[in-house]
């Protein structure tokens, strides 16, 4: 055998593997915490807790400094699911009251999960769902999810209920609080979501795996690591005691460690992609330490930094350069097209705002986002990397997690002021009411 017969031969051996990589369908672990703003993980400066699974991410993965959200939960999550703003998917404030119960995210709104469904994949969600109060109007499976659990705010009889110790769950359609007294939570989440993992690998599916968990919202409680486990928040509505908040971010980086472990052990990992976001900014009660000891506030529910800079880390080992950055501007929006274009999955007919990042993760240029937008209510922004304009035609600068926020038109540049905001109102002109 000659020399170009031999290479012949090798290209051959080798191609099939290749198209088996290029063809595959990786597999989807979507991880989103409650409640964590970038300054309580390690991975982006913070040095109040240590969160080592969490920094694993970004260590193996691309860390995005430049991710953000809406300032409430319920608008986050639809717009992580629809790929749209919440002027256009109708939830546009968070749900919170029993008088909201007819207000939910309509199943008519596209969704991610249900393209990855009609691409082949089964699919889970677990932890919290709340774009919907399900006790009157459970839209978990048409939204495309096989399988789900999920903590109900209310009760049958519109009574609250807990989520962390002796939570109130629902699991495909059947209350089981009473298979899981005296259990915590998110002990029960966890464990059906390995156990979804664990059954999809086994039968060679594709899988979508959404751990949409509790943690660190509050009410602030011991975790089964706690040594007095006995506290519990005195009454409903109370945030609990904030020095348990440590204690629920370990727990959650804790979490994240048997995921990874379990990929590991499965044989999987190479083949999962893995993203960790958060759906908001930090409880405003909280402070943390930042940067070279600057304290940093939350700021859950404002329009600020502090509310609506997020983290977002993604891993997909031998795919995604390890250890990376992008500073790419990118919301919540943007999940569901880089997950259709990662995955093969089509995306919808109708309209979205989101944009791939997809190519920015397999290390090509892509094309960045000029602006991403922000929603509380009928209160909303555009904003670049340094300017940002609300809807009341008010621009004001882009200011550090750690400083207070600029006042209209506070030492701008007049240059840099008109072209920001010519930009930025074309944005809003663009978007539509």
Known sequence: MNHVQLLTVLLFAVLPRLNAVET??????????DDLGVECLSAYGGSSHKTPNIDRLAQEGMRFTHCFSNPFCSPSRAQLLTGRYPFQNGLKVVLHSKNQED???????????????????????????HVALEHKHNTT????????????IFDEQ??????YWNPYLMRDDRIISDEIKD???PDVDLEVYLDF?????????PFLAHYSTCLTHYPWEPTPDSQDKTYRSPRE???GDPKYFPEMVAYLDKQIGVMLQTLDDLGIAENTLILFMADNGTDDDLVHTWGDGKKVAGGKGSMTDRGTHIPLLVRWPGHIQPGTTCKDLVDLSDIFPTLCELTGAKLPEEKIHGRSFAPQLLGKPGQPREWIHIQNGNDRQVRNHDYMLNNKGQLRRVVELWQAPAKPDENLNPEKEAAARQ???AAFDALGK
């Open 24 to 33: 595959s369908k990786p597999n989807v672990v979507l991880i989103l915490a």
């Open 103 to 129: 207000l939910y995210l309509h199943p008519t709104q596209p969704s991610f999960v249900r393209q990855l469904k009609q691409h082949g994949y089964t699919t889970q969600i677990v932890g919290k769902w």
């Open 141 to 152: 499976r048409e939204f495309g999810f096989d399988h789900y659990q999920s903590w109900q």
């Open 158 to 163: 519109g009574a609250r209920t807990a989520r």
């Open 423 to 425: 930009q930025l109102q």
């Open 183 to 185: 259990r915590y939570g």
């Open 237 to 239: 509505g109370h945030k």
């Open 197 to 205: 993992i664990k059954a999809s690998a086994k039968s060679k599916t």
